[in-house]
């Protein structure tokens, strides 16, 4: 999760690009839910502008958000998810499931790309509704992508192989929380721009109920 880069922290400009790289960021499914995990370094350039970077968005009660790349671009969705699935909800006294707050992040993401104005985030959305446990992953180009598990940011290459090594569809609650502080600490141990704590949702299918636990560890 990055600022626009200031010259004063950096000798180069960046790539716009390179702006998805500052964070990492883990989502997946378990037997009875989902979760999402971010770190909470957020970096300027080779300066670390905030140690307490909110990665980790709640959007209503069964779904949350693992956010990557430009701080405004994602807050900016984050706000505009929230408002707009309530409108959902309003209009149609129906509860929008995961896949709908996916679809409408990536049909705003794909507009803005299609007219040469991309929103700079890559986006984790997980949560539990009525048809069970999902993960998406969204690109800046409003790509839509259905998961088991996931990484984004730069801590992706390794945070993704040590899932790619633990991850079991019928992994229970406490293993799953476990294999995903254990994918960001890995990150966090090899890539300057992961750091400075763990932040995260889990979300447990309870009966007809979505039971929310958040997930906080200082380091």
Not at 25 to 36: E, I, N, S, T, Y
Not at 98 to 118: D, E, N, W
Not at 148 to 157: E, H, K, Y
Request: charged share 20%; glycine share 10%; no cysteine.
């Amino acid at each position: 999760m990055n600022y626009p880069t200031n010259p004063i922290f950096n000798d180069s400009h960046q790539d716009q690009m390179n702006r998805l790289k500052g964070t990492t960021g883990v989502a997946m499914k378990f037997k009875d839910g989902a979760l999402v995990v971010a770190d909470r370094r957020a970096s300027m350039g080779s300066f670390t502008a905030s140690k307490q970077a909110k990665k980790i968005h709640k959007v209503n009660d069964y779904t949350g958000i693992g956010i990557a790349g430009s701080v405004s671009d994602a807050q900016a969705l984050v706000d505009l998810l929230r408002s707009e699935l309530r409108l959902y909800q309003l209009e149609n006294n129906f509860d929008p499931s995961i896949k709908v707050a996916g679809s409408l992040l990536a049909t705003i993401m794909h507009g803005g790309f299609r007219r040469y104005q991309p929103w700079w985030v890559q986006l984790l959305v997980a949560g539990v509704d009525r048809r069970g446990a999902h993960v998406y992953v969204l690109g800046p180009d409003g790509s839509l992508s259905d998961e088991d598990f996931f990484a984004i940011g730069s801590g992706t290459l390794l945070s993704i192989g040590v899932l790619e090594h633990a991850w079991k569809p019928n992994l229970d609650k406490e293993s799953a929380k476990d294999l995903a502080i254990a994918a960001i600490k890995t990150a966090l141990a090899r890539d300057n721009a992961t750091g400075n704590g763990i932040d995260g949702l889990i979300f447990v299918k309870d009966g007809d109920q979505v039971v929310t636990e958040e997930i906080h560890i200082d380091m």
